[in-house]
């Protein structure tokens, strides 16, 4: 390439920089520098003229980068690097200069603003001759998704994709599908049977040759990245052949074992054979491994009239390529086991929510009727107990959501069932938003259950007739009140499934606030910690099936999002230089989204689809040999090696600030519109996150005679990259050994927290900076 | 007299939160075995504590009907530890300077042990009936006498051998407390 051919522009931005800042002494001390071609002064560089100026540069071949003194990159970066991309050059031959923001509008005395100004030129021109002409990465995809879990949300977005011309694999663990929906009787906001909606679903999929679906299958493993995972597929055997099996029902009366059947939480059996409740599909018997008595019993397959029967089946692994992959593998009841006092699995008629649907639904354990389970006699009194495990600093902090409107819906069940019933809610608040206040309404006018205002501490029985004793608080009169029930039923909150949630730690994918997603974050709606993979329906947070759906289709338009035919990625990535790494792994561990892999010599190699392009690596490497590009480790040195530390003469303490683009420098940014000044004695420059600033250049700025430095970046909770913030801040705590070698007061560095509107916090920082500086005295080094 | 100001700034942070994380829910009063007993249920007189309503707070017999059981405390969903805040309300009360009949007990028991080393029941009584008046005496013949006919009422009054080192020691650990003004050996 030769020697660097860099075109120097000054914008005046209409007078607002040119009035502190002498731009003809600028321009023509610019213009001597070593490698400058050429030197253009320009009142407005961003209007049509001065952007042609620019263009025209560059065409005619007389220079090869470009170098911007004008206003603060985060106004019109995007604006320059479009001419050159007009030009044909890459967008990252390009250096801004933030002489506005940073420099005319916040420094009162215009020859420190002017030394400030040279300054920051000769720290961009420095790194523009480390500049390199990146271009953006391209990387093949594949076009389908990979949806986990056949529920009711799952069912809903692969339906959504196939619908956008996705193919989509849709894998469900049970044999049975619909997941907790196919357990309801009914579900809100119009008490249908779910049995209606989940069939209507199911028709469109089997329909629609988008979708391959299986079921008792499950996710083994998982690697990639968006655009390309590679997942393994784990289909457990049903040792029943599905194409042959017509569910004639000969099998199962002759099976000697039998099961608890979990689709009714263990309250009925069925033998080892059985054909799931819900959707089962295919439509077809399946055995249970673990209750099956094997080949020395067979009556099945002796039955079986079409030998549908294989009792050696194995299981079946296979590996799939997709570009994003949907979790929807849904929720739990909470253990009410877990709240000793009220007795659940200690006292027959005590149950939970979900036991509750299944004991009114036909296919129910009862048949559909609503009796006690302890000895078969209708109910006549029914307890509801509010926020079972929910809001609970013991068990769940959370509120559940839907549990309120639950117990409204099953309320009117009891009044379906059992008319007479005498009906009582203990609740703490009834939480039943929107349109579904109506149905409180009707609680109480229509169904005339009594509210009570309280919650017990415990549930008694009486050991011979099971009856349940209940007593309560009632806050709203202030009077103790006692209640004898037939039934009590917890209303019970919800949980992340949990088997999923073994796999989910193993591929990276940890639950956070109980759930894998939290979905009412604006931030980041459906996407997990991994890059590629959202959550959708209850997987990520409670709620209730009209949501789950809603959300389900949100997370299928963000699947879709991944899937483009051609990945473009932008290419500032790390890139590591492997003569110099001694594997010590630092970049692998303290990546925030496990973007680094091994490579076949067992160095460690980041994964561009996954990599979040935040730099921690690079800041982390004590080797030095990871760059991210267009902020590499040289091009950052360039800029402290250029920077004089006596550049407002020989008594100014001088400080150099290392601020994170996130919230940092926008900070910074604002103080002109603040109305805010600050000294000119600091000089910024401005990193990716603050955890991409390897400490190795603070050591060099002091070294170069630097006063002082900050190192600034977003609070800890906030961080765009999880840990940049952190890391950053323990790094420079790890520094205290070097300082001490180096003869260096601790107080020299500092580190700052930088919330995007503290400016006046970072105002009144550097004045008491500047200050203290003063006080210790310059810099050993200096001079 | 009972002074009630600045009393709130008797309670430590600790406390503080306990009293504001509480949402009402009333679980704590359902498992009171005492809850009938109590003018205020415990669930109450934390919301009276929430108004700042000290008279009724300090006032009630709610605080000094607490058996210390715990129920409520294990069960509260926002993890507010009512019997200590019960026992701490008690102190509060007792150093605003009031003096009721629970109040009295507590001071002549601990009086009792700090003298003799130990509560020997009839000298406890004889000592809780000066301060009290000798009609709380009354109230204690019926149990008092089956107690004494199954022999658990010695006639000859018990005294520890070497009383005289464990009340000094004792009163140098309530002199202590007094200087520092912290409890020590955790609360009582």
């Known amino acids: 390439m030769g020697q660097p051919r860099t075109g120097v522009y000054v914008c005046g931005c209409q007078g607002e920089i040119s009035k502190r800042i002498d731009l003809h002494q600028l321009a023509a001390t610019m213009a001597k520098k070593k490698g400058v071609a050429l030197c253009r002064e320009h009142e407005s560089l961003c209007s049509l003229q001065g952007l042609q100026l620019i263009e025209d540069d560059l065409r005619s071949g007389e220079i090869d980068r470009v170098v911007i003194l004008a206003c603060s990159p985060r106004r019109h970066e995007e604006t320059f690097k479009a001419i050159l991309r007009k030009a044909g050059i890459s967008e990252y031959l390009l250096e801004t200069s933030n002489l506005r923001e940073q420099c005319a509008w916040v420094h009162e005395e215009a020859k420190q603003a002017y030394k400030k100004a040279a300054i920051l030129a000769q720290m961009s021109l420095a790194r523009s001759r480390w500049l390199e002409p990146l271009e953006p990465l391209r990387f093949t995809a594949t076009r389908r998704v990979l949806v986990v879990g056949g529920g009711i949300a799952g069912l809903s977005a692969s339906l959504d994709l196939a619908e956008a011309g996705v193919e989509v694999v849709l894998v469900e663990r049970e044999a049975f599908l619909g997941g907790r929906a196919a357990q309801l009787y009914r579900y809100f906001p119009r008490l249908c049977p779910p049995g209606c909606g989940i069939d209507y679903i199911l028709q469109k999929i089997r329909s629609n040759s988008k979708i391959e679906l299986t079921t008792l299958t499950e996710v083994k493993s998982l690697s990639g990245g968006p655009g390309n995972f590679e997942v393994t597929l784990l289909q457990k055997p049903r040792y029943v052949m599905p194409d042959r099996c017509t569910a004639c029902g000969n099998c199962a009366p002759l099976c000697p074992a039998d099961r608890k059947d979990h689709f009714d939480f263990g309250l009925s059996q069925t033998k080892a054979i059985y054909l799931p409740k819900g959707f089962p599909h295919p439509q077809s018997y399946v055995i249970d491994p673990d209750r099956c008595l094997g080949q020395e019993c067979s009556l099945c397959r002796q039955a079986c009239p079409v030998q549908a029967i294989d009792l050696e089946e194995s299981p079946r692994e296979r590996t799939i390529k997709v570009g994003s992959i949907i979790v929807a593998t849904g929720w739990d009841p909470f253990d009410a086991r877990l709240v000793e006092q009220f007795g659940y699995q200690q006292y027959p008629d005590v149950i939970n929510n979900m036991e509750f649907e299944r004991l009114v639904s036909p296919s129910g354990p009862t048949g559909g009727k609503l009796v006690r389970l302890s000895n078969g006699q209708p109910v006549k009194r029914i307890a509801f107990i509010q926020c079972v495990g929910s809001r609970d600093k013991n068990h769940l902090p959370y509120c559940s959501k839907v549990c309120c409107t639950v117990t409204l819906k099953q309320i009117k069940y009891v009044r379906e069932f059992a008319p007479e019933a005498q009906i009582f809610v203990f609740y703490m608040d009834m939480r039943a938003t929107g349109e579904y206040e109506e149905m409180y309404r009707l609680a109480q006018e229509e169904s005339q259950a009594l509210f009570i205002r309280g919650i017990p501490s415990r549930v008694i029985e009486d050991i011979n007739s099971h009856d349940l004793i209940l007593q309560a608080e009632d806050t709203l009169s202030g009077q103790m009140v006692k209640i004898g029930a037939d039934m009590v039923v917890l209303a019970t909150g919800m949980t992340p499934n949990q088997e999923f949630r073994q796999l989910g730690e193993r591929v990276g994918l940890p639950l956070e606030m109980g759930a894998f997603a939290s979905g009412h974050l604006q931030c980041f709606p459906f996407e997990s910690r991994r890059a590629g993979i959202y959550a959708a329906g209850t997987s990520q947070e409670p709620m209730d099936a009209s949501s789950a759906i809603k959300s389900a289709a949100g997370a299928a338009m963000k699947a879709l999002v991944s899937l483009p035919e051609e990945i473009v990625i932008r290419p500032t990535v790390p890139v590591l230089d492997k003569t110099k790494c001694d594997k010590c792994k630092r970049c692998m561990e303290e990546c925030p989204f496990g973007a680094w892999g091994w490579d076949d010599a067992g160095y460690p190699s980041p994964n561009l689809l996954q990599c979040r392009q935040c730099g921690i690596c690079q800041g982390g490497c004590p080797m030095k040999v990871i760059a991210l590009k267009h902020s590499t480790v040289k091009q950052t040195a360039s800029m402290v090696e250029a920077f004089d530390p006596s550049f407002l003469g020989e008594r100014e303490p001088t400080i150099l600030a290392f601020l994170c683009y996130n919230d940092a420098y926008p900070a910074v940014d604002a103080a002109c519109e603040k109305g805010l000044t600050y000294p000119a004695n600091l000089v910024a420059i401005r990193v990716p996150c603050a955890g991409s600033l390897n400490v190795a250049l603070v050591a060099d700025a002091l070294a170069g005679g630097a006063d002082g430095i900050i190192v600034a970046g977003c609070a800890s909770d906030q961080c765009h990259f999880v840990r940049g913030s952190d890391l950053a801040k323990t790094r420079l705590q790890n520094m205290q050994e070097t300082l001490q070698r180096m003869m260096l007061e601790a107080q020299r560095v500092k580190w700052l927290t930088l919330n995007i509107t503290d400016t006046e916090g970072f105002v009144r920082t550097i004045n008491d900076f500047v200050a203290e500086l003063r006080r210790l005295g310059p810099n050993p080094f200096k001079g | ?188």
């Open chain 2, 1 to 188: 007299m009972l002074s009630v100001t600045g009393t709130s700034r008797k309670l430590d942070p600790e406390a503080i939160a306990m009293i504001n994380a509480c949402y009402q829910c009333g679980r704590c009063s359902g498992g009171c075995p005492v809850v009938r007993e109590m003018d205020y249920s415990p669930r109450a007189l934390l919301r009276h504590l929430q108004l700042g309503r000290w008279d009724q707070v300090l006032f009630s017999k709610t605080i000094w009907l607490c058996a210390g059981c715990y129920a409520c405390a294990v069960g509260c969903p926002r993890g507010v530890d009512l019997t200590w805040l019960m026992s701490r309300l008690r102190q509060v009360a007792m150093a605003c300077g009031l003096e009721n009949l629970p109040v009295k007990f507590y001071q002549t028991f601990v009086s009792t042990i700090v003298q003799d080393g130990l509560l020997s029941e009839p000298i406890f009584l004889v000592n809780y009936a000066r301060v009290a008046g000798w009609q709380v005496l009354a109230g204690q013949l019926e149990s008092g006498w089956e107690m004494f006919l199954r022999g658990k009422i010695p006639l000859r009054p018990v005294r520890l051998n070497n009383g005289g080192a464990f009340r000094r020691a004792l009163t140098s650990l309530l002199q202590q407390e007094q200087a520092t003004g912290q409890p020590s050996g955790g609360d009582l």
